[in-house]
T-cell receptor, first 111, second 113 residues
């Protein structure tokens, strides 16, 4: 079945360092969404990418959708302690029959 | 605009019991989806309701069921609870359904003893 893998599973960075998480789907996605879940919290929508090769920026966050629409990445420049949390990618699968979430990348920022 | 609300926030049950969780979507949102989140399995899609009808379903046993009311509020029921059902149950609402931005509620943390 549909699989959406994310790497790395965990990442510890020193505050100020950059961070990147990668999302890879076994099938082509019509769009991809990114969510952030703070410890003890719930997923919060960050962004949606729709077009092949699309790149979007939100302040220090840069999101990219692959040309084949099977992979995506989230890059954070100069991490801050407020970036701590788990980042999930998600995409509609099975002809919009369900949403498949990635396995998530847990980011820890060391002050 | 008020966000998605879920009740109760915490619940402790014993094996064999049943449980009902409630979700109130953002006003105007007609789609409500339910997810189970566990450390081992991550976020898994349970089902989606739209206009009082179950439109999509994940790979969960029939013990997991739900319904949606005319005001779009939704309930999820788990019967014959098992230890492995301990999880954070999240609901999310959207205007039209899966493929759009999902707005998540705070979740109900269920512990089965």
């Amino acid at each position: 079945g549909q699989q959406v893998m994310q790497i790395p599973q965990y990442q510890h960075v020193q505050e100020g360092e950059d961070f990147t998480t990668y999302c890879n789907s076994s099938t082509t996605l019509s769009n991809i969404q990114w969510y952030k879940q703070r410890p003890g919290g719930h997923p919060v929508f960050l962004i949606q990418l729709v077009k092949s090769g699309e790149v979007k920026k939100q302040k220090r966050l840069t999101f990219q959708f692959g040309e084949a629409k099977k992979n995506s990445s989230l890059h954070i420049t100069a991490t801050q302690t407020t970036d701590v949390g788990t980042y999930f990618c998600a995409g509609p699968t099975g002809g919009y029959q369900k949403v498949t979430f990635g396995t998530g990348t847990k980011l820890q920022v060391i002050p | 605009k008020a966000g998605v609300t879920q009740t109760p926030r915490y619940l402790i049950k014993t094996r064999g019991q049943q449980v009902t969780l409630s979700c109130s979507p953002i006003s105007g949102h007609r789609s409500v989806s339910w997810y189970q989140q566990t450390p081992g399995q991550g976020l898994q899609f349970l089902f989606e309701y739209f206009s009082e009808t179950q439109r999509n379903k994940g790979n969960f046993p029939g013990r997991f069921s739900g319904r949606q009311f005319s005001n779009s509020r939704s309930e999820m029921n788990v019967s014959t609870l098992e230890l492995g059902d301990s999880a954070l149950y999240l609901c999310a609402s959207s205007l039209q359904g899966i493929g759009e931005t999902q707005y998540f509620g705070p979740g109900t943390r269920l512990l089965v003893l």
